[in-house]
């Protein structure tokens, strides 16, 4: 049986367009010295290191010999883990195995990226070169071809995308490390920007950031004398899909990974009814349309009734179930950070860190992870061990 | 602050992709016969294209070669407003340009392509296409052009 | 971005692609400075770990053994020792040098740590390790770490 686990410390950095006052190494290392700061911990605490970056969107192999030492790697052990968007998630996960398994006691995991040093989108369209790249749709086109079908199938509108929109920027505000914050944003506006491939406009879509995002585990024993109030890994659950759109039926309506995701994670935490077991949500949400599309796919309402949730604030700030306190992927997006950074945030609601985005009384978190086509990690943690 | 430097690395690289028995057969097919061949799964049944050695649902190896048709349905669309370049030509495509998932007659996986329909209004989800293919054929997916609506 | 050689293909048994690409990389702060000040003084410099008091160079926002942030520069070089090197015969597409050359790791006098570089003006069947060696600066420079252009020999390990 695995051992338990728990989250002792979170560092971020602030996320931003360009930070070029920082190479790589040093970027993951101011995260890494935030974490280690808010755990109490020195780096000859740390047992071992996982780093979570996609290489290819900055065209330099080797991240983790580059920057590793920048997460305290030097003489310890350092894994590296690319999966598209769930890099972050898939590294926070194998963090959590390093130390559920029992060989580690305290693991760092730090996921980031510089996407203003890369070419993003050409590397996105570095998939299979046997077939995918000839008819590349990109990251744009390829949810919109999907949307289209959410929209046709469950009546989703632009309107709602468009509040999701509203709810992340304006969350953000609240959010000191947030890349897009937009205090005024209105539905309106949102629905007036330029049109990038149908339905999906500029506001709809996350930005590409620059940043890093660090968090510790510690092992039960461990935890229970270095954090106040750790946030305790309840479950864990990554399920990957086949490789070309096309074999995706319905992809965003019928997600049938994060579904089975979804299942496992509320089985292995005991939970029925995540609308009412679950406190905060922070989820993986690269375009406004995708959030609806996984309120439904996690359960969070019934088939169809999506754009309900978000038509009647449930999932606002003081609703009954805040869905991205943090501003969400579609405010900061270092791809290889993104994922923890939702396992991060949602820690950081458990300790009752979040000052100003703080949800109030949160037992039970929920972190997912989204990538590639359809894969889907989800992590659920809690204030209890019990 | 002093001044911030930026080191700019000019990359030139080559690759050169094994296509593997399955996707060679595809290749040779489409550009010698004009035709697009799907495989079948024996558990599942499944039709896939591009053909390749495994269904990853069932975890099986496939060897049952289907003709599919240069026909289908839209399961999905979109109007891009973007610039991309072309990867046959080089050329940027000019905007507004359409894209569709398609399920070609006979099989049973979607594929991805270039739509002539740009006007929203005329676009929607079960209008029957026609692929439109170029002069000279390669052999990859793109000798086709673009898919237009028949109906 | 230019994708050349996608849809060329004739052969069955493989897909050509190309990628060209310029990526361009923030140094940060403390490279920054290491940089500007070989381009503007023919100048290099080391940082200093406040604990353990090692000087890294090239110059480095921490020390990875201390985790720290270094404070003090200190001035390195330009003389040091070879401390190891190797000759390269066999040509490859992103070598800097034609073959025959060699790559020399040298520790700088004032420097705690090593770093490769290149070798110039001297035969190759000449090369041993501990040679005392003197950097060159380029006549152009840049910001990198090619406004060294080479280590040579001193006019004392030529006798």
Same mark, same amino acid.
């Given at each position: 049986m695995p051992r338990r686990v728990a989250i002792i410390g979170t560092g971020q950095t602030k996320y931003?367009?360009?930070?070029?006052?920082?190479n790589q190494m040093e970027l993951v290392y101011k995260a890494t010295t935030k974490a280690l700061d808010d755990a109490e911990?020195?780096?000859?605490?740390?047992d071992a290191i996982v780093l979570g970056n996609m290489e290819l969107f900055e065209g330099r192999a080797l991240p983790e010999m580059w920057c590793g030492e920048g997460a305290g790697g030097y003489l310890k052990s350092v894994t590296k883990i690319a999966t598209g968007g769930t890099s972050g998630s898939s590294a926070a996960i194998a963090g959590f195995y390093q130390v559920a398994s029992g060989v580690f006691d305290i693991v760092v995991v730090v996921g980031w990226e510089k996407?203003?040093?890369?070419h993003t989108q050409t590397a996105m369209a570095?998939?299979?070169?046997?077939?995918?790249?000839?008819v590349a749709s990109g990251a744009v086109g390829n949810f919109a071809l999907s949307i289209s079908q959410l929209m046709a199938g469950r009546g989703i509108t632009e309107e709602q995308a468009a509040k999701v929109t509203v709810k992340a920027r304006r969350n953000a505000?609240?959010?000191?490390?947030?890349?897009l914050q937009m205090p005024d944003i209105t539905v309106e506006e949102v629905l007036s920007s330029?049109?990038?491939?149908?339905?999906?406009?500029l506001l709809d879509m996350c930005p590409q950031s620059d940043g890093a995002c660090a968090i510790i585990y510690a092992s039960e024993e461990r935890a229970r004398t270095a954090c106040r109030r750790p946030a305790w890994v309840k479950a864990v659950a990554t399920r990957h899909e086949q490789?070309?759109?096309?074999?995706?039926?319905n992809r965003l309506i019928i997600m049938r990974t994060l579904r089975a995701a979804a299942k496992e994670a509320y089985r292995q935490a005991g939970i029925s009814q995540p609308l009412r077991d679950l406190n905060v949500a922070e989820i993986y949400e690269p375009v406004s349309y995708a959030e609806l599309a996984w309120y439904e796919a996690l359960g969070?309402?019934?088939?169809?009734e999506a754009g309900k949730l978000i038509d009647e604030g449930i999932?606002?700030?003081?609703?009954q179930l805040p869905v991205n306190?943090?501003?969400g992927v579609l405010c900061s997006n270092p791809v290889g950070a993104s994922g923890v950074i939702r396992v991060a945030e949602a820690a950081i609601q458990i300790m009752g860190?979040?000052?100003?985005?703080q949800v109030p009384g949160v037992k039970t978190a929920l972190a997912h992870g989204y990538g590639v086509y359809a894969w889907a990690d989800v992590m659920i943690l809690s204030s209890e061990l019990g | 602050m002093n001044e911030l430097i930026n080191i700019e690395i000019p990359m030139a690289l080559r690759w050169q992709f094994g296509t593997g028995r399955h996707f060679s057969r595809f290749i040779q097919t489409l550009r010698n016969e004009g035709k697009i061949l799907g495989i079948r799964c024996p558990q599942c049944q499944r039709v896939y294209i591009?053909?390749?050695?495994?269904?990853?649902?069932?975890y099986r190896e496939m060897a049952e070669w289907v003709d599919v048709k240069d026909t289908g349905v839209i399961q999905g669309y979109t109007v891009y407003y973007h610039p991309i370049l072309?990867?046959?030509?080089g050329e940027p495509r000019p905007i507004p340009y359409g894209m569709a998932l398609i399920k070609l007659d006979g099989a049973d996986t979607t594929i991805n392509h270039y739509l002539s329909e740009t006007d929203l209004a005329k676009l929607r989800i079960g209008l029957k296409v026609r692929a439109v293919w170029r002069?000279?054929?390669?052999?990859?997916?793109?000798?086709?052009?673009h898919f237009e609506v028949i109906q | 971005m230019r994708e050349t050689e996608l849809g060329k293909a004739t052969s069955e048994r493989f897909v050509p692609i190309e990628v060209r690409l310029t990526l361009s990389y923030a140094a940060g702060e403390t490279a920054s400075t290491f940089f500007t000040t070989l381009r503007d003084h023919c100048r290099i410099m080391g940082t200093k770990c406040p604990q353990c008091g090692q000087v890294l160079v090239p110059a480095r926002?921490?020390?990875?053994?201390?985790?720290m942030t270094t404070t003090d520069w200190v001035e390195v070089g330009p003389r040091g020792n070879l401390i190891s090197h190797t000759v390269v015969y066999h040509h490859g597409?992103?070598?800097? /040098?034609?073959?025959?050359f060699a790559y020399g790791i040298i520790r700088l006098d004032r420097a705690d740590t090593n770093f490769v570089h290149l070798l110039g003006e001297c035969e190759i069947d000449t090369i041993h390790n501990g040679m005392r060696l003197e950097a060159v600066f380029a006549?152009? /420079?840049?910001?990198?770490?090619?406004?060294?252009?080479y280590f040579r020999p001193t006019e004392e390990a030529m006798l």
């Open positions: 931003s367009k360009e930070r070029n006052d920082v911990l020195k780096v000859s605490d740390l996407h203003s040093e890369g570095m998939v299979d070169p046997l077939w995918d790249r000839h505000c609240r959010n000191p490390y947030a890349h330029r049109m990038l491939a149908h339905p999906v406009r490789p070309y759109l096309g074999d995706i039926e969070f309402c019934d088939e169809g999932t606002e700030m003081g609703g306190p943090s501003g860190k979040g000052e100003e985005r | 591009p053909p390749r050695l495994i269904c990853g649902n069932c072309d990867p046959v030509t002069s000279q054929r390669r052999g990859f997916i793109s000798d086709i052009s | 926002q921490f020390c990875p053994k201390c985790f597409p992103h070598q800097p /040098r034609t073959v025959p006549n152009n /420079r840049g910001a990198g770490i090619l406004d060294i252009a």
